[in-house]
């Protein structure tokens, strides 16, 4: 048992991180999968259309961040 108390003990550990690279791979499937469903959407569906840009450039913009070294 751990001497410290339950709220200051951390619930991470080293399994719980990713990488740089896993990180920057997972961004750049979720763009993917982001771009396909903005391309199925219809012109009707611009309130969704506007999420997904807005989540685009979200994830693109975290995915620089990570590429860049």
């Known amino acids: 048992m751990s001497g410290r108390p339950e709220s200051e003990r951390s619930d991470w550990t080293d399994l719980d991180l990713l990488t740089r ?15 396909r469903r903005l391309a199925e959407l219809g012109a009707d ?17 975290a995915a620089e961040d990570l590429n860049v070294r």
């Open 21 to 35: 690279d896993e990180a920057y791979g997972r961004l750049q499937e979720e763009i993917g999968l982001t771009t």
């Open 45 to 61: 569906d611009e309130a969704e259309r506007e999420l997904l840009d807005t989540r685009l450039r979200a994830l693109r913009e």
